[in-house]
């Protein structure tokens, strides 16, 4: 069909308003699985890998030895690092403090030249900034040049608190504390596992580095009651089965595990060290 046969009822009235900018990380929301591969359980556990991965690059360049990675209590990720920590100062061209364009901007980073890395992992620049934007709330920490400094972030990187200094400090490194949007990801339960494993490997591939992980979370425990034993008719059987006294019933159930309340549960701590000499 040429173009001069061709009338707008043909076309299905598709024209320039059909046609969807998006701006910012509005674009990360709108199709996830494009940044992160899913929004599964593997997409949730690569927003923390994407974390570790900025981390790891630290160590690669020779300024990090230690991450540590906490599963807190209140759902967030917490990964702390003793690298050089993200540049606070402002953007030369983005006229802004740098730390909020690496955490919003997509590919914005240290590793397009400029000599921040020689060689590094994860998204290349998209992954702290695409875990920023399916987050519910961030929390970024730099500790650079004698200072420390925060900024937050919430709604899907929509900077909630703007860049302040803290005050002086002796230590360096950046945390980041994210909690992952539910209304994005099918779960927000993280595996305890499935992250040791995967720290492990990292731990082998860089030696000298050690990667912590703790998990602060509350352990529920279960019980389980087992059904009542029933006398059933009129089937005889070689071995029948005899219904109990009552109080011989009690005595006879074995405990399953059941669902304590909140204020019974009792909060606990698990932490593996993966590292290599």
Known sequence: MTADSTTPQDQGNYGASDITVLEGLEAVRKRPGMY???????????LVYEVVDNSVD???AGYCDHI????QDDGGVRVEDNGRGIPVDMHPTEGRPTVEVVMTVLHAGGKFGG??????GGLHGVGISVVNALSSHVETRVARQGSRWAITFGQGGQVMKELTNEGPTEDRGTTQVFYPDAEIFDSTVFSFETLR?????MAFLNK???ISLRDERRIEENIVVEDEVVERRPTPSPNPVRRLPPQSRASS???FRRARAPDESS????TTDCSTT
Request: hydrophobic share 30%; charged share 20%; net charge positive.
């Open 68 to 71: 540590s990675v906490t599963l």
């Open 36 to 46: 992160i591969g899913s929004t599964g359980e593997r997409g949730l556990h690569h």
């Open 253 to 255: 159930r074995r405990p």
């Open 208 to 210: 000298g580095l050690r």
């Open 58 to 60: 630290e160590a690669l």
């Open 115 to 120: 000599g921040g890395y020689a060689v590094s």
């Open 197 to 201: 494993a995967r720290f492990q490997q």
């Open 267 to 270: 909060s606990t701590s698990t």
